[in-house]
Each structure stands twice: as structure tokens, then as C-alpha cells.
């Protein structure tokens, strides 16, 4: 069987990381063909190293410093950088899979230019999809790409989902095929049992140690603030096209139960696995089939009681925000994403509490209820991200 040529977008970071495991044990199958990375470039260098794609993308600003590095280390491998580098290697013909694992709103054009490729997209940049959800699933429509999500959450949900929905690319649309509710299963992040204001105390430590998995820092505090299961929410409306109040969500702890199905007859499907992003990657990179992922197989006997709780959203204001962010439109969920980036980085540098980054948000919502035009382009989009970036940083001076 012919080879999959794939394009790792984020390799130096912890999807990255997973994925290029996966990659590494499965030579038959897969060819790296490119890779990406912005920080650390030593990480992309021995990833070169290790993997020889035939493209690499660096900042525009580290493009000699990486050449030399590159030549150095006698790599021939081409470079491209920037926005327009992650385009390219998105697009190239070359490329059969594009894995989206850049944090944030930076992955949104990239992503989308994968989708107006017909490429098939891992997607674990759930950002994209919370700046540009319906843009996204049209452009998917409209260019037969496949869009296999790699959020553990949101595979899971794939995976409960009856065969012919997952091959009509997983759009369920209200009430249709006997899908009563979507259950998103949240870990309740480090301060589940924590009291507001041992949170409003916070360490940048504190918040970044998630219990149950090892993640990038920026999706590690939205797990602590749970704006991660309101990008979350978000993300799933797009991808399944359901509203808001169809998707519920429960904290559970133990993180074993990844999400699930609720069925108008009663049936509840779950899909369970040790907490470990390799077996969503793993999923989608080889689906239909199967493959092994290289994740600990779970223990069923070494497990306690499941517990599932529902979220104080009091304590967990953000998770409120994303939910009414959607109820009111795409607009909104543009101004919380972009808000929440430039929060958490106030957070990430010490310049804002971890409780604040709701405020932040909040009041960002408020003063730009902007709505998005019908019919908007990427340029709409990233003009509202901008606006509501500037909004957001205007309010941490003054916060601080
Ligand atoms: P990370 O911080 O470990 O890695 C992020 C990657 O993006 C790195 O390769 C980094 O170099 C690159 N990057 C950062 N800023 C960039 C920019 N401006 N331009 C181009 N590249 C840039 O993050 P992560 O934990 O791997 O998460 C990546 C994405 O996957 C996020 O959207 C996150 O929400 C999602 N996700 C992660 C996990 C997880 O377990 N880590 C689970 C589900 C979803
Ligand atoms: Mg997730």
C-alpha cells in the first residue's frame, strides 16, 4: 500500500510529540513529509534529525539561524516560515495528512487552507474551529476533505457515533439518527476540589500541573479554568452540527471515560481508554482501521468507582462564557477565543490571577458584541480576533 505523506503542523509541541511516536513506529505506512515548530527550534533539529522530512517551517525571523543548523548538521531539507510556510506545507500536493497541533488562533489559516485542499485533517487545534467553525465545515464540504478530530473528547464521540455518520464526515444535525445528547467528559482540572479562593491564589505551577494528562501550557490552564471544555462545547457544535443545548457536560475525574452518546432509546455509548492523546492520533491517522497507538492499554481491574459531577459553573465561569458565547453567535466565540489567548499569556508571564481570566473575558464579551457578517471570510474573522485582542490587553493594564 502506498505511504501517507504526512505534514505535522506544531511538531515541537505535545501533539506533536504523540504523534510523532506513532509516526516513528509505523515506517510501513507513514512518511514524515513536513514538519513545523516556532520555540524551540533545538527540538525541531534533532526532530529533523530523527525524521528527515523533505520540508521544514521556522519563524520568519529564525529562517538563517535554522539554515545554518540545517547545514551544519549536512540536512537538506527545504524551509519555508511564516503563516505562508504553514499554508504551503498544508497545501502541497505532496501532502496526504495535515496533523493541525499549532495552540491557539496562529493555527486557523493553515487549517483551513488544508480544508480548501481536500486534505485529510487530524485535528487537534480546536481554536480553529472556535474562531471559524462554519467556515471550516464548508470548506470541508466543499473540497471533500476529511476532518478527523484528534481532541480526545470529540474522537470519542466519533468513535460512538453509527458508521455512516462517521463517513458523512460525523454531522448529526439535531434530533437526526436517534442522538438524544452529547456528553463532553471534563477532568475538573487541578482545583476541582479547591475552593474559589485557594483558586484565586494560584501558582503558575499549580495550574499548569493537570492530574491526569501532560498537555502544552496554554490548553493546561484552560483546563484549569475549564475554558478548555468550553472551547470544547464549542468545537463539537461545529463538528457535529448541534446547538448548544445538546451537548452537556460532566466531570469525571478519572478521566477514563472520554465521552459519550446518549441515544433516544437509552443506550449511552462511551468510549474509554487510559488517558493518553496517542490513541485519538492514533484512531484517526489509520481510520477505518485500526493500529497500535503505543498507549498503556487500560487496567479495567486496577480501576476505582467512575465518578461524574456536574460542573459548578460559579467556580467555573468560563465554561458559562463559552456557552453563551455560542448561544449568541460566531462573533462572540471569535472575542472569548481571542480574549482567553492574551489572558492566559497575562497569566502564563504573572500578570493576571488565575480567577481573572474570566473577568478578562467577560468584560472583552461585553465591550465588543460584535457580530460576524453573513458570509465571512478568514479576513472577517481574524479582524474581530484583532479588535478583541487590543480590547483584552487594554483591560489587563488597567487590572493590574
Ligand atoms: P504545545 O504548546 O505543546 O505545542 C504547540 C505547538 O504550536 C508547538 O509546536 C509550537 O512551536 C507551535 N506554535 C506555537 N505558537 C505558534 C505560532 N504563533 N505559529 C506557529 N506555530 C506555533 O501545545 P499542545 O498541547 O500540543 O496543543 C496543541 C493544540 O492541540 C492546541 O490547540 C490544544 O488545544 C490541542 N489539544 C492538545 C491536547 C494535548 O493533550 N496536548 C489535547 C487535545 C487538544
Ligand atoms: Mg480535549
Redesign the pocket.
Known amino acids: 500500500m502506498k505511504k501517507l505523506r504526512v505534514a505535522v503542523l506544531?511538531?515541537?509541541?505535545?501533539?506533536?510529540d504523540s504523534t510523532l511516536a506513532i509516526l516513528a513506529a509505523h515506517p510501513e505506512a507513514y512518511d514524515v513529509f513536513a514538519l513545523?515548530?516556532?520555540?524551540q527550534l533545538d527540538k525541531l533539529l534533532e526532530l529533523c534529525q530523527k525524521f528527515i522530512p523533505e520540508r521544514v517551517c521556522v519563524p520568519e525571523a529564525s529562517v538563517d539561524e535554522f539554515a545554518k543548523l540545517l547545514s551544519d548538521n549536512h540536512l537538506n531539507i527545504d524551509i519555508v516560515s511564516g503563516q505562508q510556510g504553514l499554508i504551503d506545507i498544508a497545501t502541497d500536493r505532496q501532502t496526504d495528512v495535515v496533523v493541525a497541533?499549532?495552540?491557539?488562533a496562529?493555527?486557523l489559516p493553515s487549517t483551513l487552507a488544508a480544508a480548501k485542499a481536500g486534505k485529510r485533517i487530524l485535528l487537534?487545534?480546536?481554536?480553529a474551529l472556535v474562531m471559524a467553525g462554519q467556515l471550516m465545515i464548508d470548506a470541508v464540504k466543499s473540497h471533500q476533505a476529511t476532518l478527523l478530530p484528534i481532541?480526545?473528547e470529540h474522537n470519542a464521540i466519533f468513535q460512538c457515533l453509527p458508521a455512516h455518520i462517521q463517513a458523512e464526515r460525523s454531522q448529526i444535525h439535531e434530533g437526526c439518527f436517534g442522538v438524544r445528547k452529547l456528553w463532553l467528559t471534563a477532568s475538573g482540572g487541578p482545583f476541582l476540589n479547591q475552593s474559589f479562593e485557594q483558586m484565586q491564589q494560584a501558582s503558575i505551577k499549580e495550574a499548569v500541573n493537570h492530574p491526569n494528562?501532560s498537555?502544552?501550557?496554554?490548553?493546561s490552564v484552560d483546563s484549569a479554568t475549564m475554558m478548555n471544555k468550553g472551547l470544547e462545547l464549542i468545537e463539537a457544535c461545529y463538528l457535529f452540527d448541534l446547538p448548544e443545548d445538546k451537548i452537556n457536560v460532566a466531570i469525571h475525574p478519572q478521566s477514563i471515560i472520554h465521552s459519550m452518546v446518549e441515544y433516544s432509546d437509552g443506550s449511552f455509548l462511551a468510549q474509554l481508554g487510559s488517558p493518553d492523546?496517542k490513541t485519538p492520533i492514533a484512531h484517526a491517522l489509520a481510520y477505518p482501521n485500526r493500529i497500535d497507538s503505543g498507549a498503556q492499554p487500560l487496567d479495567l481491574f486496577a480501576l476505582n468507582a467512575l465518578e461524574f459531577i456536574k460542573p459548578d459553573e460559579q467556580k467555573f465561569a468560563c465554561l458559562k462564557l463559552a456557552r453563551e458565547a455560542m448561544k449568541s453567535g460566531n462573533g462572540a466565540t471569535i472575542v472569548l477565543n481571542a480574549a482567553n489567548e492574551i489572558a492566559v499569556e497575562a497569566f502564563l508571564a504573572g500578570q493576571l490571577g488565575l480567577t481573572q481570566i474570566a473577568e478578562i473575558n467577560e468584560q472583552t464579551l461585553v465591550s465588543l458584541p460584535e457580530m460576524l457578517p453573513n458570509h465571512a471570510d478568514i479576513d472577517d474573522i481574524l479582524a474581530i480576533d484583532a479588535k478583541a485582542r487590543q480590547i483584552s490587553q487594554n483591560l489587563i493594564a488597567k487590572a493590574r
Open positions: 506544531g511538531a515541537t509541541g505535545s501533539i506533536g513545523s515548530g516556532y520555540h497541533a499549532i495552540v491557539g496562529a493555527g487537534a487545534n480546536k481554536e481532541d480526545s494528562w498537555m502544552g501550557q496554554k490548553i492523546m
